[in-house]
T-cell receptor, first 114, second 111 residues
C-alpha cells in the first residue's frame, strides 16, 4: 500500500533563516506531488505541484521554492523565511491520470516563523 | 486558472438535522470534484468524490450532487452526529492535474 511521509511535524524558525521540508511517497511510481499551505483557520493554498522528476509548477509568487530530485521525493525550501511564511504545510500525492485523481495528504508541518 | 468558492464559511446544526455545503467552480474543463474533512490539527481526509459524468453520488449519510451546466456542486450530510463536526473543503481538478480547494466550511453539530 502507498504511504506518504512528511517531516518535521513542527518547526520554529527565526525570520531570515533557511527552510527545508521534505516529503517522500512509498509504494507507487511517478506520483503527482503537491505542496499546500494552510494559514491558521484558513483554506488550502496550492504552492507547487509536480507531474514528474525535475518538473515544478509554481502557483503563487513568493520566497519559497520546490524541487523534485527523485521520483518520490518533494522538497520545499526557502533561503530566508518571512513572518508571513508561518502556517501548516501539507504535502500530498495522487496517481496520474487516467487512473485516479484522489489526493492523499501527509501529516503536515506546523511552521512558526518568529 | 480554476477558482472555487465555498459557502457557508460556518454552519451550526442540531444533531440529527441535515447540513448542506455549496461550492461553485469557474473552469468548465474541471472534471473531478472531491470533498475533504479536516479535524483540528489533522490532515484533510477524502470523504467522497464525484466525476463530471455523474450527477449524484451517495455513501451512507453523505451525498454529493453536481450540476455541470451551472458549475456548482454540493455536499449533503444527513442525520448529523457530533463526530461530523470538522472543517469541510470542496475542491475541483481541472487541467494539468491541479487540485484547487475552496475556503472551507466549519461545521458544528450541537448535541
Amino acid at each position: 500500500s502507498q504511504t506518504i511521509h512528511q517531516w518535521p511535524a513542527t518547526l520554529v524558525q527565526p525570520v531570515g533563516s533557511p527552510l527545508s521540508l521534505e516529503c517522500t511517497v512509498e509504494g507507487t511510481s511517478n506520483p503527482n506531488l503537491y505542496w499546500y499551505r494552510q494559514a491558521a483557520g484558513r483554506g488550502l493554498q496550492l504552492l507547487f505541484y509536480s507531474v514528474g522528476i525535475g518538473q515544478i509548477s509554481s502557483e503563487v509568487p513568493q520566497n519559497l521554492s520546490a524541487s523534485r530530485p527523485q521520483d518520490r521525493q518533494f522538497i520545499l525550501s526557502s533561503k530566508k523565511l518571512l513572518l508571513s511564511d508561518s502556517g501548516f504545510y501539507l504535502c500530498a500525492w495522487s496517481v496520474p491520470r487516467p487512473l485516479n485523481e484522489k489526493l492523499f495528504f501527509g501529516s503536515g508541518t506546523q511552521l512558526s516563523v518568529l | 486558472g480554476e477558482n472555487v468558492e465555498q459557502h457557508p464559511s460556518t454552519l451550526s446544526v442540531q444533531e440529527g438535522d441535515s447540513a448542506v455545503i455549496k461550492c461553485t467552480y469557474s473552469d468548465s474543463a474541471s472534471n473531478y470534484f472531491p470533498w475533504y474533512k479536516q479535524e483540528l490539527g489533522k490532515r484533510p481526509q477524502l470523504i467522497i468524490d464525484i466525476r463530471s459524468n455523474v450527477g449524484e453520488k451517495k455513501d451512507q449519510r453523505i451525498a454529493v450532487t453536481l450540476n455541470k451546466t451551472a458549475k456548482h456542486f454540493s455536499l449533503h450530510i444527513t442525520e448529523t452526529q457530533p463526530e461530523d463536526s470538522a472543517v469541510y473543503f470542496c475542491a475541483a481538478e481541472g487541467g494539468y492535474q491541479k487540485v484547487t480547494f475552496g475556503t472551507g466550511t466549519k461545521l458544528q453539530v450541537i448535541p
